[in-house]
T-cell receptor, first 113, second 114 residues
Framework: AQSVAQPEDQVNVAEGNPLTVKCTYSVSGNPYLFWYVQYPNRGLQFLLKYITGDNLVKGSYGFEAEFNKSQTSFHLKKPSALVSDSALYFCAVRVPNDYKLSFGAGTTVTVRA | GAVVSQHPSWVICKSGTSVKIECRSLDFQATTMFWYRQFPKQSLMLMATSNEGSKATYEQGVEKDKFLINHASLTLSTLTVTSAHPEDSSFYIC??????????FGPGTRLLVL
């Protein structure tokens, strides 16, 4: 079975400060890891993914994430947060031979001006 | 690229009626599409996996006769909520699998059953 944990329900940061959203996962085998963002009353927007290769992956809107196999983590980061980054963020995992995604519970990010 | 649309974006219907929601991959073909349901401030719950040209695979606890799924082409999947009741009110989101790797999501459909 595969699962994802997002230990923080909410993350609050000031605009211009670094933003980190935490994610840990549990899978049998090699993970495919994803981050999505959801704005109110909208679907999920794809931010970035780790499939293989470099542990540091860069995605949309200045976000990046680092795959850490030993810690089974895939934390999302942005060096300088914007008010417009305020949204709900989901981490998700799957394994290569199964298309189903397992989602974390989500983390609400609030960036104050 | 990788745009997925849903129609309608919101719908209000009377109890007992049926509602059809369309999910289209606009710039890629998707052998597999997924239907999710999301309650306020919660994560996504997978309802079913839709494969082009074959029957959908439903998750445990999802009534297949109530939530009819058709994936007639590589760019279109439909979800029909039959005999809708107020408890079916929710936010329904579809996704399309691109390249057997990444799911791209539609904007969602808000269903309110009166």
């Amino acid at each position: 079975a595969q699962s994802v944990a997002q230990p923080e329900d909410q993350v609050n940061v000031a605009e211009g400060n670094p933003l980190t959203v935490k994610c840990t996962y549990s899978v049998s085998g090699n993970p495919y890891l994803f981050w999505y963002v959801q704005y109110p009353n909208r679907g999920l927007q794809f931010l970035l993914k780790y499939i293989t290769g470099d542990n540091l992956v860069k995605g949309s809107y200045g976000f990046e994430a680092e795959f850490n196999k030993s810690q089974t983590s895939f934390h999302l980061k942005k060096p300088s947060a914007l008010v417009s980054d305020s949204a709900l963020y989901f981490c998700a995992v799957r394994v290569p031979n199964d298309y189903k995604l397992s989602f974390g519970a989500g983390t609400t990010v609030t960036v104050r001006a | 690229g990788a745009v997925v649309s849903q129609h309608p974006s919101w719908v209000i219907c009377k109890s007992g009626t049926s509602v059809k929601i369309e999910c289209r991959s606009l710039d890629f073909q998707a052998t597999t599409m997924f239907w999710y349901r999301q309650f306020p401030k919660q994560s996504l719950m997978l309802m079913a996996t839709s494969n082009e040209g074959s029957k959908a695979t439903y998750e445990q606890g999802v009534e297949k006769d109530k939530f009819l799924i058709n994936h007639a082409s590589l760019t279109l999947s439909t979800l029909t909520v039959t005999s809708a009741h107020p408890e079916d009110s929710s936010f329904y989101i579809c996704s399309a699998d691109r390249g057997r790797e990444t799911q791209y999501f539609g904007p969602g459909t808000r269903l309110l059953v009166l």
